[in-house]
C-alpha cells in the first residue's frame, strides 16, 4: 500500500471527522471547565473547521463531560473533500416505502449516539466500502479513528459507558490492523495511534488488566505519546500506577517525553517560519501596548476568543509561564476577536470579566483585521507566535499544546538571548607540555621578545596615521526606533 496514498486518506478522515486543521498537532482530552466570557461564537453543528478543534477530538477520555469544542468557523479552512467508497445516496432516496430496512453496522448505535451529523455519515461510507473490500486496511484503520472519536463525545456528553465500548471498539480494531499499515508510519499518524493505545490502556485498567495496560502504554509512547501530567494523574490509570516499579517506568518515560520535546522545540525553530508583523494598540486596562515598546523580551502573541474552547484551557499554562518566566523577559500578549457584544465596548467587557475571573497576569487587547491579515495562511483559534528578543517571528503554533512544549519554546529563545557573542575570538590554550607549573602566586614568566604589559588602565600606544578606533559593539537590545518584526 502507498504510503502517500495512506497519509492522504487518513487525514481526509480525521479531517471530516474532527472537522479541524491538519495544522493542529495537539492531542489534549477536552476542557472541563465551564464556558467563560459570553456564550459560544454561533457556527453550523457541523461546520466546525478551525484549527483547536482536533485537540479534543482525538485526545483522552475525559472524566467528566467537557465543554463543546466548536470554534469559529470565519477563519476556518476550506472543507476538504470526503473519502471514496461513497454510499449512493442517489440509490437511497429512491428505495419504496416497502423495501426491507438495511441491516444495522456493526457500530451504528455507539455512532450515532454520539450526535454528530458528519461523523454519523463518514462512518455510513466507511462501513460501505468495507462491505465490498472487509479487507482494505485503510478503511479499517479510518473506523479506529472514527470510534475514537464517538468515545471521545460520548464522554464529552455524559454518557461514559457507552464512551469506553467506543474506547474499547477502537483499541480492538487497531491491533488487527495494525501490522498492515506501511513502516515506518507516515508523519502524524502516529500521533493519533498514540491517542488510540492510550485510551486503549485506560479501558484496560479498568477491566482490572493492570499488566496489559502497562504493555499498552509502553506502545502508546513508543508512538509518540507526551502527556506525562496524565501519566502520573489520571484516575483511570490508578491500577496500572500501583504496579511495583511503575515509578521507575514513569522517570523513563519522563526522560523520554522531555528529550523529545526539546527535539521538538528545536526543530520548530530551526524551521524558521517567520513572516513581518507588528501591532501597536490600548490594551483593556487602558495602556498602549507594541510590539516595538517590548523589544529586549520573548513576546507570545496569542490570538484567541474567551469562547474557544481550547483557547480557555490553553489560558493556565500561559498564566503559569509569565509568572515562572516572566522575570527572565518574557511577555505573553493576548489579542482576542469575534468576542461576544453588540458593541465594540461591550465586547470589550466580555474580555474584561474573562480576565478578572481567572486571574489572567498578562495584558489583552482587541485584535483588528489588519493584524490578523499579517499571520500567513490564517488557520484558527488558537495562533500562537513566539517572537525573539528582536522582534522577530520564530513559530507559529495553531491549536491547543502542551504547557511543557510551549515552554521549552520559550526557554530556547531565551537562552538564546543570554547566548555570549559568537564573533569573539577565542584565544588557544597554550602548550604548556614543557614548561613545569609555577610555584602558587609566582607571575608566569614573560615571552622573550614581548614587551612588558602595559600598566593597567594605560591604553596602547596609537599607531602613527591610523585612523581612530570604532566605537566596540556591547549588543543588548536594538534601538527602539528600529523596525520591529522584520525578516
Not at 6 to 15: E, H, M, N, Q, S
Not at 312 to 321: A, G, K, V
Not at 396 to 420: I, S
Amino acid at each position: 500500500m502507498c504510503r502517500v496514498a495512506l497519509t492522504c486518506f487518513y487525514l481526509c478522515a480525521v479531517l471530516l471527522v474532527s472537522g479541524c486543521s491538519p495544522s493542529t498537532t495537539s492531542e489534549k482530552k477536552p476542557s472541563t471547565s465551564p464556558p467563560a466570557g459570553g456564550a459560544p461564537a454561533p457556527v453550523a453543528d457541523d461546520a466546525v473547521k478551525s484549527g483547536p478543534a482536533a485537540a479534543p477530538e482525538s485526545g483522552k477520555l475525559p472524566a467528566q463531560p467537557a465543554a463543546a469544542t466548536k470554534t469559529s468557523a470565519e477563519s476556518a479552512t476550506p472543507e476538504p473533500s470526503a473519502p471514496p467508497a461513497q454510499p449512493d445516496m442517489a440509490a437511497a432516496d429512491s428505495a419504496t416505502p416497502d423495501a426491507a430496512p438495511a441491516p444495522k453496522l456493526p457500530y451504528e448505535d455507539l455512532v450515532s449516539a454520539a450526535g454528530n451529523r458528519q461523523l454519523d455519515n463518514l462512518y455510513r461510507q466507511t462501513e460501505t466500502g468495507l462491505s465490498t473490500d472487509p479487507s482494505n486496511p485503510q478503511l479499517r484503520l479510518q473506523r479506529v479513528f472514527i470510534l475514537n472519536n464517538a468515545a471521545m463525545r460520548l464522554i464529552g456528553q455524559g454518557d461514559r459507558d457507552r464512551g469506553l465500548q467506543a474506547s474499547r471498539a477502537a483499541f480492538e480494531q487497531v491491533q488487527s490492523v495494525l501490522p498492515e499499515l506501511p513502516q515506518p508510519l507516515p508523519e502524524g499518524l502516529g500521533g493519533l495511534l498514540a491517542m488510540v493505545f492510550y485510551n486503549g490502556a485506560c479501558v484496560q485498567s479498568l477491566d482490572g488488566k493492570a499488566e496489559d495496560a502497562l504493555g499498552t502504554l509502553q506502545k502508546a509512547l513508543d508512538f509518540g505519546f507526551d502527556d506525562l501530567n496524565m501519566l502520573r494523574d489520571d484516575a483511570d490509570l490508578a491500577a496500572v500506577r500501583a504496579l511495583p516499579g511503575y515509578d521507575q517506568h514513569l522517570e523513563t518515560w519522563a526522560n523520554t517525553i522531555r528529550q523529545r520535546i526539546v527535539e521538538r522545540a528545536q526543530a520548530t525553530l530551526a524551521a524558521g517560519e517567520t513572516f513581518p508583523f507588528d501591532f501597536s494598540l490600548t490594551d483593556l486596562g487602558g495602556q498602549p501596548i507594541s510590539l516595538s515598546s517590548l523589544l529586549g523580551k520573548v513576546v507570545i502573541v496569542d490570538i484567541w476568543g474567551t469562547w474557544c474552547p481550547p483557547c480557555r484551557e490553553e489560558i493556565p499554562s500561559f498564566i503559569q509561564m509569565q509568572t515562572e518566566l516572566g522575570p527572565q523577559g518574557l511577555q505573553i500578549v493576548g489579542l482576542n476577536y469575534q468576542e461576544q457584544g453588540e458593541t465594540e465596548e461591550e465586547k470589550a467587557e466580555t474580555v474584561r470579566k474573562f480576565i478578572e475571573e481567572f486571574g489572567i497576569n498578562y495584558p489583552c487587547a482587541m485584535g483588528t483585521d489588519e493584524i490578523q491579515q499579517q499571520v500567513p495562511n490564517f488557520e484558527g483559534f488558537p495562533t500562537t507566535l513566539f517572537i525573539d528578543r528582536s522582534g522577530r517571528v520564530r513559530a507559529k503554533l495553531v491549536g491547543l499544546h502542551d504547557k511543557t512544549y510551549l515552554q521549552t519554546l520559550v526557554e530556547l529563545l531565551l537562552a538564546e538571548a543570554l547566548a555570549p557573542p559568537t564573533d569573539a575570538a577565542v584565544a588557544p590554550p597554550a602548550d604548556t607540555s614543557a614548561t613545569p607549573p609555577a610555584a602558587p602566586g609566582t607571575p608566569p614568566p614573560a615571552d622573550p621578545g614581548t614587551p612588558p604589559p602595559a600598566d593597567p588602565g594605560t591604553p596602547p600606544p596609537a599607531d602613527p596615521g591610523a585612523p581612530p578606533p570604532a566605537p566596540a559593539e556591547t549588543g543588548g537590545t536594538p534601538p527602539a526606533d528600529s523596525a520591529p518584526g522584520g525578516v
